[in-house]
């Protein structure tokens, strides 16, 4: 069951369409959770993480704006292939900017984009959904969005050693050195991260 002040994005899409930029702003903003999410792991696969999620995602909003009245899907699914297009776009100026030379290959955008699309699906298999049958409303969602917005309701110390230990797939003493724990201590704290996410997502599908 979805959350009672869990906006309609069928609604915000439907007046986006008018040319309404507040509903625009309101749906777009939604997806900040999943576009930060996936903006995080491509940057801490290609940059080491010397850059910040937050100013692509933001550089992605701007553009997915200007653009907006080319998007012609109608359902979840297609807005966030949409999306993960145009941050593709984004992420590669920045690799560029970084990078410089060696990365002005005209192909690094289309690597980026596949590679955003096999993160997005790879998010669901490395956190699996804890109810084991998901509402009909949430079937008919991206489940990788779901997750994210789970994601970003808990914690913030939570979110993190759940997006490194199953997301970047770092060992617990790698996850410690990360976050400047003790072994035992990011151990303890990835067992209590466990409920939170599955109490967010219970609560938010």
């Known amino acids: 069951m979805a959350r009672p002040d869990e906006p309609d994005r069928d609604h915000l899409l439907a007046q986006a369409r008018t040319g309404d930029l507040a509903a625009l702003g309101d749906l777009l903003e939604l997806y900040r959770p999943y576009l930060t999410l996936l903006a995080r792991l491509e940057i801490g696969r290609r940059l080491q ?3 910040d999620s937050a100013d692509v ?3 992605a ?3 997915a704006a200007r653009h ?3 998007f012609r899907g109608d359902s979840e699914p297609e807005l966030a292939a949409w999306l993960r297009q145009i941050l593709a776009t984004s992420l590669a100026r920045l690799v560029r900017r970084y990078l410089g030379t ?6 690094l955008e289309r690597q980026l ?3 955003l699309d096999r993160s997005s699906a790879a998010v669901p298999v490395g956190l699996v959904a804890p109810q084991s049958s998901p509402s009909q409303r949430a079937s008919r969602r991206e489940q990788a969005v779901i997750l994210a917005e789970a994601l970003d309701r808990i914690p913030a110390d939570y979110r993190e050693v759940l997006v490194l230990r199953h997301l970047e ?5 790698a996850i410690a050195d990360r976050m400047g724990r003790s072994v035992d201590s990011v151990e303890k704290l ?3 991260a466990l409920p939170k996410l599955r109490q967010a997502l219970e609560n938010g599908s």
């Open 61 to 63: 909003f701007l553009e």
């Open 169 to 173: 797939g770092l060992t617990f003493p």
């Open 113 to 115: 984009a596949e590679d």
């Open 49 to 51: 993480g010397k850059a």
């Open 102 to 107: 060696q990365a002005r290959d005209v192909r």
């Open 68 to 70: 907006f009245p080319a």
């Open 57 to 59: 995602v933001q550089e």
């Open 190 to 192: 990835w067992v209590r």
